[in-house]
Structure formats: C-alpha cells, structure tokens
Nanobody, 126 residues
Framework: QVQLVESGGGLVQAGDSLRLSCAASGHTDGTVVMGWFRQAPGEEREFVAAISRTGIYMDYAESVEGRFTLSRDDGKNTVALQMDSLKPEDTAVYYC???????????????????WGQGTQVTVSS
C-alpha cells in the first residue's frame, strides 16, 4: 500500500499563485509515478498533471499548460504543484495520486492510479 498526504490548498484571488505538495509513503519500492487530478463541484474528476519516477518527464492538461509546474524532489516521492496565474475555473478539490510501484508510464488516465490522497480544496475568487 502507498499512502499520500497533500497540503497547501486555500483561498486566493484570480491571478495569485498557490503551491500544493504531496508526499507518498509506504511500500513504494523506490520512486513512483505521481499525478494531480481535480474535481470541481458538479463535475467529473479531471487530470491536471503527472510526473515520471525520475522527475524528468511531465505531462499537463491543456487547461493548465504554461501556468502550472509539477516537480519532484530528487529521488524522493515528494512532489509540488506550483500553480500560477490562477483563474476562478481552477477552483476544485485537488487530489494527489500514485501509480503502482514498478509502473513507469506517465498517464492522464485516472484508472491507472490506484492510490489517492484525501484531497485539498483550492478556491480562486474573481
């Protein structure tokens, strides 16, 4: 089992920045592919960004490309999602997720992520 703990959510104004963090622990067997998803009220959960086990390769949703940056500490299962130029439509509960140890592909498919954090609320006011 892999446990995930997120932190860093909050209430900000449009144009502001916010940084979310996520730490994975448990039976990770080294680093794991990690991702962020979000769910707005009344909407389905959607992919935001994901990062490879090495931290070299990242993938972003088109809606956040150029505004959000995902990074990870070298050789660790700690990732940070830097969110800049926030918009009201970024308001959602943000979830950190991890793939099974040994999986190497960075994917936006949430069914490929069996481990999830509890979520952290991000609210962007206009």
């Amino acid at each position: 089992q892999v446990q995930l703990v997120e932190s860093g959510g909050g209430l900000v104004q449009a144009g502001d920045s916010l940084r979310l963090s996520c730490a994975a622990s448990g039976h990770t067997d080294g680093t794991v592919v990690m991702g962020w998803f979000r769910q707005a009220p009344g909407e389905e959960r959607e992919f935001v960004a994901a990062i490879s086990r090495t931290g070299i390769y990242m993938d972003y949703a088109e809606s956040v490309e150029g505004r959000f940056t995902l990074s990870r500490d070298d050789g660790k299962n700690t990732v940070a999602l830097q969110m800049d130029s926030l918009k009201p439509e970024d308001t959602a509960v943000y979830y950190c997720a991890a793939r099974n140890p040994g999986k190497i592909t960075v994917t936006s498919n949430e069914s490929e992520y069996p481990f999830w954090g509890q979520g952290t609320q991000v609210t962007v006011s206009s």
